[in-house]
């Protein structure tokens, strides 16, 4: 089962990191990976600067990537987030980003492209 490894970059800005439920969903040319929560047990994700790793391990391989979905939903109060961008390591180890320098707020989907 081929494995991507996602990485979130939050803004340093004050109060862009977020507590929020953030899922994300890869768009590729043969087809799209459920929707994953990036989540680490025990940790605190999405601080304001951070740089935060995750791996999305899906069924069968996507293909090319050709978007993201990245969905954040309220935890336990709304909480804005600045999300600068994201980059995904392919299988066989290309590098894409996928800029968003931009506040996430309320419920939202936002769909970013290959910068």
């Not at 929020?20 to 459920?34: A, F, H, M, R």
């Not at 994700?45 to 990245?70: C, H, N």
Request: hydrophobic letters at 30%.
């Amino acid at each position: 089962m081929p494995s991507y490894t996602v990485t979130v970059a939050t803004g340093s800005q004050w109060f862009a990191g977020t507590d929020d439920y953030v899922y994300l969903t890869l768009q590729g040319t043969d087809g799209c990976s459920e929707r994953h929560l990036l989540d680490k047990p025990f940790y605190n994700d999405f601080e304001r600067g951070a740089v935060d790793s995750y791996d999305v391990t899906v069924e069968e391989d996507l293909g090319e990537i050709q978007l993201i979905k990245i969905e954040k939903r309220k935890y336990w109060y709304q909480d804005d987030w600045y999300l600068k961008h994201i980059t995904v390591k392919t299988p066989v180890g290309d590098y894409l980003e996928f800029p968003c320098y931009r506040w996430i707020t309320d419920d939202k989907e936002v769909v970013l492209r290959d910068g």
